[in-house]
């Protein structure tokens, strides 16, 4: 069956610190894979996508993911977490119909 | 000006009633979607309409029913509501299929409470 799996529900880092949040997909999800963002009370956002080409991917704010086959895996990080970064992030791979299957979230806490 | 807007934002109603979620995109795209997110923010998807046919009608039950009367527009309607059917109900786009084109846009959501 087709997943995406995050790893921790909940990452809290002090403001500064490195970010990272991890995500491992399935073999039988098709190589594209996302990030989304979400602030609270809205809807989600995309951070960056990797669709072909280059594994390592940049994306707004910061954020950056590299895709890595051997392992199934696209972490998200960031060098430097700043207060505004304090949301719940997706990892999404796509499905067999061509739609986007969405992990469980990952809460991110940035601590002053 | 709001690319994917949904009405409403919250609804309170009681077990038993019947009630439509609105949705409309303003960005020419012809898919539109609507997932469902529950207490603990996890995503599924409900339905997914392209040029108003449907494409995707994942295990829901037959008490919701989604309606396109044009490829700009994608309602959602509950019957007889239940308490579990409490969530935020995510309305989203994109042009294509998002694993061709790379990104859905996603409304505000309508937080549903069924008392």
């Known amino acids: 069956a087709q997943s995406v799996t995050q790893l921790g529900s909940h990452v809290s880092v002090s403001e500064g610190a490195l970010v990272l949040l991890r995500c491992n997909y399935s073999s039988s999800v098709p190589p594209y894979l996302f990030w989304y963002v979400q602030y609270p009370n809205q809807g989600l956002q995309l951070l960056l996508k990797?669709?072909?080409?280059?594994?390592l991917v940049k994306g707004i704010n910061g954020f950056e993911a590299e895709f890595k086959k051997s392992e199934t895996s696209f972490h998200l990080t960031k060098p430097s977490a700043h207060m505004s970064d304090a949301a719940e992030y997706f990892c999404a791979g796509g499905g067999s119909q061509g739609n986007l299957i969405f992990g469980k979230g990952t809460k991110l806490s940035v601590k002053p | 000006d709001t690319a994917v807007s949904q009405t409403p934002k919250y609804l309170v109603t009681q077990m038993g009633n019947d009630k439509s979620i609105k949705c409309e995109q303003n960005l020419g795209h012809d898919t539109m979607y609507w997932y469902k997110q529950d207490s603990k923010k996890f995503l599924k998807i409900m339905f997914s309409y392209n040029n108003k046919e449907l494409i995707i009608n994942e295990t829901v039950p037959n008490r919701f029913s989604p309606k396109s009367p044009d490829k700009a527009h994608l309602n959602l309607h509950i019957n007889s509501l239940e308490l579990g059917d409490s969530a935020v109900y995510f309305c989203a786009s994109s042009r294509g299929l998002p694993i061709n084109t790379g990104e859905l846009f996603f409304g505000e959501g309508s937080r549903l409470t069924v008392l």
């Open positions: 990797y669709t072909t080409g280059a594994t």
